[in-house]
């Protein structure tokens, strides 16, 4: 008898140990975001192998999708959260009924146009030939209201259309006039071509004037608002994460570029550093949305300029944190 009490003592025991594990287990969330290389792609591979969630009591799954899978996936909520989120589509998903909010920034906007050819100089070079770009991209709507800024007419300029993996071919084989490209395929472009040029698009100029802000909310991690009202305690939480690993990337560059880009050559790897150290191309400036609320006003206002957003988005678009 005495031992049949000890053998179910010892049951309760166990089945409270595992009780208490099951209690403690981490939070899962999982997050869709675009495939390397891209800014969306940055911070995922140095959040996993630091296990920087699992310092947080968080579970992260980062599931890569295509530009376009990730915007039908992203707005139809089959993944509640967006980790590759750009402000203007979280606007224009708000337009269209969709209730997403932008959590906090990453990245701020920088966008490119190289040119290989002589006889362009300046953008306004480009009116009359054709430039290579990925048309459906965020980061073309801003170049074309850059570009408007400095009194070209985009619409003399005839757009190659193509998936954001081909601009560096196109700019390598010199097939267009010039083509329209982003971090990190920038660097990854001049480290292969070092003599092609880059044009000026007087970005900070041009948004200093227009905003009074050198802040220029692009990329971050947005979700939708029944994830926010069911989760409000795992936002902070994964804010944090984030910054670990932002923080951690400015500190350890060589080690952040061999994780996140693992089958890449010493070139590539080279690169990576060289883009983290180059802060301005890089543009990762973590906030949360309501400490650059005004600017991402402002971004929605060029998108409207340039006829992407058909109306002011809400602002509830904008996450606010609420006070304990």
Known sequence: MAVMKRLALALVCAAGLLGGSAAHAADKVSIVIFGWPSLGAFLPPIIKAQKLDQKRDLDIDFQE??????TAQFNSGEFQVGGSAAVLTVGLADVRGVKVSYLFNLFDFWGAVVTSRPEVKTLKDLEGKDMAAARGTTNFIMFDWFA????????K???????TPGLIGYALADRAAAVQLWEPAWTGLIARKGDIRTLDLGIQKSWKAFSGSDNIPYLGVAA?????????????????????????????????????????????RKAIVELINA????????????????????????????NFLPKDPTPATIYRPKQP
């Open 65 to 70: 999708r295509t530009p376009d899978a990730y």
């Open 148 to 155: 408007r800024q400095l009194g070209v007419d985009t619409s």
């Open 157 to 163: 300029i005839a757009v190659i259309n193509t998936a």
């Open 224 to 268: 939708h608002q029944d994830w926010i009202d069911k989760n409000p305690k795992l936002i902070q939480r994964l804010y944090d994460t984030y910054k670990e690993a932002a923080d951690w990337v400015r500190a350890n560059p060589e080690e952040a570029a061999r994780l996140m880009d693992p089958k890449g050559t010493a070139d590539s």
């Open 279 to 306: 802060k301005d191309r890089l543009g990762m400036n973590m906030r949360w949305a309501s400490e650059v609320a005004k600017e991402i006003e402002q971004v929605y206002a060029a998108g409207r300029a340039v």
